[in-house]
């Protein structure tokens, strides 16, 4: 019973890299999300997908990329890494989209000096 | 301009005392609310939640309370437990399809034994 799992789960990058954070869920959930986590800002929607084949923006998309790769797979792409995107990202699934009781998984922290 | 507020950041409580945590809102738009709990180094959690059409839900040890004209919800723990230490943060979600999640800022509960 894995759930959600992420990696890596530590990431240093140096301003401009650029670096693909993985997620993938056994629940068969049809809905996926990334999330940043920001001390006293909860936690902000990047992107989402649905089903398998869509993706939406959420409230802070800027600088990010996203593929649905499956339906079990879900990767948040930062082509060019910036200071302010130093963050915990988390990743989350649903099969509940009326009510969005997510699934989380243990998060990535990212720091990008 | 934050729609979901958690004024206190955080909280301690004796074992065995109750705990509240609050949460206001500014989206009268607004028409489900969840609880999550978050450990270190994990992912949030589902903990309870709340349609618009009641005032009160329990599960438990947890009660949410729903305060519509005040735009307003609260979390009571009772009895508190020294694994309640966490960090909660509370959720809301607009009524029009495809609305995701707007999460507080979060509260750091510390229940002291």
């Known amino acids: 019973n894995a759930g959600v799992t992420q990696t890596p789960k530590f990431q240093v990058l140096k301003t401009g890299q650029s670096m693909t954070l993985q997620c993938a869920q056994d629940?068969?959930?049809?809905?996926m999300y990334w999330y940043r986590q920001d001390p006293g800002m909860g936690l902000r929607l990047i992107y989402y997908?649905?089903?398998?084949?869509?993706?939406d923006k959420g409230e802070v998309p800027n600088g990010y990329n996203v593929s649905r790769l499956n339906k079990r797979e879900f990767s948040l792409r930062l082509e060019s890494a910036a200071p302010s995107q130093t963050s915990v990202y988390f990743c989350a699934s649903s099969d509940d989209p009326g009510r969005e009781k997510l699934f989380f998984g243990s998060g990535t922290q990212l720091s990008v000096l | 301009d934050q729609q979901v507020k958690q004024n206190s950041p955080s909280l301690s409580v004796q074992e065995g005392r109750i705990s509240i945590l609050n949460c206001d809102y500014t989206?009268?738009?607004?028409?489900?609310f969840l609880w999550y709990k978050k450990y270190p180094a994990e992912g949030p959690t589902f903990l309870i939640s709340i349609s618009s059409i009641k005032d009160k839900n329990e599960d438990g040890r947890f009660t949410v309370f729903l305060n519509k004209s005040a735009k307003h919800l609260s979390l009571h723990i009772v009895p508190s437990q020294p694994g309640d230490s966490a960090v909660y943060f509370c959720?809301?979600?607009?009524?029009?399809?495809?609305?995701?999640?707007?999460f507080g800022g979060g509260t750091r509960v510390l229940v002291k034994p």
């Open positions: 629940m068969n959930h049809n809905s």
């Open positions: 959720a809301a979600k607009g009524k029009a399809a495809g609305n995701k999640l707007t």
């Open positions: 989206n009268s738009m607004f028409d489900y």
């Open positions: 997908s649905a089903s398998e084949g869509t993706t």
